[in-house]
């Protein structure tokens, strides 16, 4: 694991501790809160004479001022819940958990107790006491808010809007002893002791709680009530070190940042957050919760929330048998948020300088930039020459394809740059030359075989040859022509394989045609790589496809392949190239996954490739946007959403009005439009 962390990890933790501190995450100023939160709890549980607890972040004390997390307090009802009837004591009102068939993980029913007897009641009745289908007198929760007055409700709690802050009511009764259903936590193996055994005994003396919300699919959710084990949960992020707490929090904030903009505020739950940190402190060495590992501990979260939501399972840590994902992770939140997870996973911590939460983004950015910024005023005019040269030499290279040529005279004409011309000789950007040249060799040749009425295989396999060495003459063009002509014979599991070789390889210093920064620019010159292995390992060439490649492309672009672009001249790149389609490498890539899932009916994959494709287009340069917002409604359109696919050509003809490939899809589209109506009617 430790060879895949990038080197800059330990000393971006450590500054983004810094910055930290600054926001009030101070270890003595979290026991001061800590403290606050406990004599506020006791002042008014004296004042109102009935028992209140505080839980959530305020008395956690993992909330800063950016999250505006709201005040969570419980009012405990004087009722006692018993487990077994050898508990029952006279003259006191009981209730027994009771449990049967129909009753989900994580939840019980409380069936009243006679006052002079140990029996349960039966067939007995009023404004609380429901029936079951057993004729069991239950404990019900439809009228127990009834005289409560509330602003608005929050889940099971009520809210109460103040000038200040919102706090969150809900009742609840406590559960001395321990519930069966948890029983398993007790015994549970855990390789690194979190949490001690004292820590287990002292959570199990503290018992659980009971709050009146039932199961989201039961016929009997007025009857249910939710096991809660708030005490122990709190008492559990009290005993995290400061790198846990701190890994606690930014979970919450990368959830407020970037997960809930996308899927909204009730899918992924600071609770979940919370469950993660559990189950990984739990299966994680001790001596791995350094400050020097805070990033690498946030990727581990982001790692095990993004299985969870794959597996659409998040188990309860004291219930696993309950997932916490139930109606909430399905469909195309599932995908939404798989793919929210996967970009974040893929930036290796780059996102934090986009967290306004708080101003921790500009804090680390201004942060990182005191110690190299002489650094970067003596290499900033080196670096610019090399990014001019790399957009020059692109340009080179598209010319070349256009023209057909099969030698290296179009260097001779071109003067190349710089930055190329001192990293090597002359045979190193050849080398980059013969193997993107290969690659489109062997896709012409593939298309060619496949057109035959009987397709030649001797031909495929020289074209896959041609292919396969071609694929390696940059991050992503030659892979992506190769896992298209293994997707168009159908060969869809060497499709994905590639697909997945280039997302491994595609992180934050990959550069598309579009730019790079200039800290990236400045890793890349400090590593001394030559022109070969500079291109190979840190630049996204776009993907070119000419006419005669017609039948080793996706039937998706063969209406791009033919739009004459003569109206793109302010392009550098399709100055040269006006017969044909060039495609933006990272939106191509999830375009191929999009294809290859729907063809395997795999939905959920399929859906987080949609919305992929979708991140890509909003929040990414693209040079060829019209190419990928025309591919984005086709595959809206295969999806059915033909409103959605319309409202993006209409975005495609307003970035280009002539000479668009948008017009094609919008014939289809209306075609298909027109369909459904017949249909319908």
């Not at 929050?154 to 009764?173: I, L, Q, W």
């Not at 995908?335 to 934090?352: I, M, S």
């Amino acid at each position: 694991m430790t060879s895949n962390i990038p080197n800059y990890y330990n000393e971006m933790s450590l500054r983004l501790n810094r910055v930290l501190d600054t926001i009030g995450l101070e270890e003595y100023i979290r026991w001061k809160r800590i403290n606050m939160w406990i004599q506020s709890e006791e002042v008014i549980s004296v004042r109102f004479k009935q028992k209140i607890h505080y839980f959530g972040s305020q008395a956690e004390a993992t909330t800063t001022p950016g999250l505006q997390s709201d005040v969570d307090s419980l009012y405990c009802l004087q009722y006692r819940v018993i487990t077994d009837l050898e508990s029952w004591m006279p003259d006191i009102t009981t209730f027994l958990i009771v449990n049967d068939e129909h009753t989900p993980s994580g939840y019980a029913k409380l069936q009243s107790v006679n006052r002079n007897l140990p029996w349960p009641v039966f067939m007995q009745y009023d404004t609380l006491i429901k029936l079951d289908r057993y004729g069991r007198s239950l404990l019900s929760h439809d009228q127990l808010y009834a005289s409560c007055y509330a602003n608005e409700y929050h889940g099971p709690a009520h809210r109460v809007n103040s000038e200040t802050c919102k706090y969150d009511y809900v009742f609840g009764m406590r559960v001395n002893e321990w519930p069966d259903q948890a029983s398993e936590w007790l015994t549970r193996k855990r390789r690194h002791n979190w949490p001690s055994h004292e820590t287990i005994c002292l959570i199990q003396e503290m018992g659980a709680l009971l709050v009146p919300v039932g199961h989201k699919l039961s016929h009997e959710k007025h009857l249910e009530w939710r096991i809660s084990f708030s005490y122990g949960e709190k008492l559990l992020v009290w005993l995290f070190n400061s790198t846990q707490y701190r890994c606690y929090i930014l979970l919450k904030i990368i959830n407020k940042s970037f997960i809930k903009p996308v899927v909204g505020d009730d899918v992924l739950s600071s609770y979940h957050c919370k469950t993660c940190i559990f189950y990984l402190a739990e299966n994680t060495p001790a001596a791995m919760w350094q400050p020097d590992n805070l990033l690498l501990c946030v990727d581990l979260c982001l790692r095990l929330l993004y299985s969870w939501v794959e597996s659409k399972m998040c188990p309860n840590y004291f219930i696993p048998e309950e997932n916490m994902f139930l109606c909430k992770v399905y469909g195309h939140v599932q995908g939404q948020l798989l793919g929210v997870l996967g970009d974040l996973l893929r930036q290796e911590g780059r996102y934090l300088i986009g967290i306004s939460c708080d101003n921790i983004g500009q804090k680390l950015v201004n942060a990182c930039q005191v110690p190299v910024m002489e650094h970067e005023l003596q290499h900033q005019d080196v670096a610019q020459i090399m990014w001019m040269s790399v957009r020059r030499f692109f340009g080179n290279i598209v010319f070349a394809v256009e023209s057909g040529l099969e030698n290296d005279n179009i260097f001779e004409h071109h003067q190349l740059d710089k930055y190329f011309s001192s990293r090597g000789p002359r045979r190193e950007i050849n080398t980059i030359f013969w193997k993107l040249h290969c690659s489109n060799i062997g896709s012409k040749l593939a298309s060619k075989s496949l057109s035959l009425e009987t397709p030649d295989q001797h031909g495929l396999d020289m074209a896959q040859e041609l292919l396969l060495w071609g694929s390696s003459s940059d991050v992503a063009s030659g892979k992506l022509k190769l896992a298209t002509f293994y997707l168009v014979q159908d060969n869809l599991d060497m499709s994905r394989n590639v697909l997945s070789k280039i997302q491994n390889n595609y992180n934050f210093k990959i550069s598309n045609v579009g730019g790079m920064s200039q800290q990236t620019l400045q890793i890349i010159l400090n590593e001394k790589l030559s022109t070969t292995q500079l291109v190979s390992q840190y630049f996204a060439l776009p993907v070119l496809y000419h006419p005669s490649e017609i039948n080793c492309i996706p039937k998706a672009l063969i209406p791009e392949i033919f739009h004459v672009t003569e109206s793109n001249q302010d392009n550098e790149y399709k100055q040269h190239f006006r017969n044909g389609v060039i495609i933006d490498p990272q939106f191509y890539l999830y375009f191929i996954e999009f294809l290859c899932y729907q063809r395997q009916n795999n939905m959920s994959h399929k859906n987080v490739a949609l919305y992929n494709m979708i991140y890509v287009i909003r929040y990414k340069h693209l040079e060829f946007k019209d190419t990928c917002l025309n591919l984005l409604a086709y595959c809206l359109s295969q999806e059915g959403r033909l409103t959605n696919a319309y409202s993006v050509l209409c975005k495609s003809m307003s970035l280009i009005r002539e000479h668009n490939g948008a017009k094609w899809y919008m014939a289809t589209l209306f075609n298909a439009a027109f369909r459904v109506l017949r249909g319908e009617q």
